[in-house]
């Protein structure tokens, strides 16, 4: 079994990388944004929590990730880390690969150890990009892991990004009218059927209705 990423995040991670990591992407959302975050007081600042977030463009991590409050792990296609410098960054910030399409046990044990001992852990349900930025059937494996987890959940609904970096492109342009990141209520127990709490969150969150 292959060694798993580090449990708590190094001191050279909070009081370093992150700051200037924020001071970078902070930077240039203001450029190509702006980004406008929406309840992030509800996002626990200690403690197991879940993230769920729509993924509609190549952007959705950068942004997720400056509008918590928080260090947060990401899970991310294993096919990014075959490109050694996208995948140099992406272990550098916590973020652990997926296989898509099938039982990724491994990807799974990982992301609920990380909750397990504290961390926040964020997953792109629909386990894809959406070609036309409506929410795709979420993929079952995340109901799993916070069925295993047992730690609060929370969505993240994600909209503009596209604006940024459309589908099909990794190119960014400024977003004429802004990006929007809008928490949902924190839920302090997974919901029993959390595919479709989820799905009905992110579509609401993201302005899909």
Partial sequence: MS????????AFFRYV????????????MLFFGPLKVVGKERVPRTGGVLILANHISDLDPIVTYMACPRPVYFMAKQELFAM????????????FPVKRGEPDREAIRRAVALLKAGQAVCIYPEGRLSPDGQLLPLEPGVALIARLAAVPVICVGLEGTTRVVPYGTTLPRPAFGGVFARWGELQATPPEDLLAWASDQL?????QR
């Fill in 84 to 95: 050694r410098f996208v995948g140099a960054i992406l272990r550098a910030f916590g973020t």
């Fill in 203 to 207: 579509q609401e969150l993201s302005g």
């Fill in 17 to 28: 990388q992150l700051p200037l990591a924020r001071v970078f992407f902070g930077v240039l």
């Fill in 3 to 10: 060694s798993g990423p580090s449990l708590a995040p190094s």
